[in-house]
C-alpha cells in the first residue's frame, strides 16, 4: 500500500493530509455544544429520576 508520496517530499507540495481540512473551528463549536446541550439534558433527566427515588421512598414510609 501507498501513499503516493516519495520521502522528503516537499510539504508545500503535499498539502493537507486529512479530510475536512478547514472546519475544526466549525466542528469544535458543534461539538462544544453538543456536549453543553446533553449535560443539561443529563441533569434534568437524574434530577427526575432523582425525585421518582424520593416520592416512591415517601410513599414506603421510608424519610
Do not use: C, Q
Amino acid at each position: 500500500m501507498s501513499t503516493g508520496l516519495e520521502s522528503f517530499a516537499n510539504p508545500a507540495y503535499i498539502g493537507v493530509l486529512y479530510p475536512f481540512a478547514g472546519s475544526e473551528v466549525i466542528m469544535l463549536v458543534v461539538g462544544v455544544a453538543l456536549w453543553v446541550i446533553w449535560h443539561i439534558w443529563e441533569i434534568g433527566f437524574e434530577a427526575r429520576e432523582h425525585d421518582k427515588a424520593i416520592r416512591r421512598a415517601r410513599e414506603a414510609g421510608i424519610k
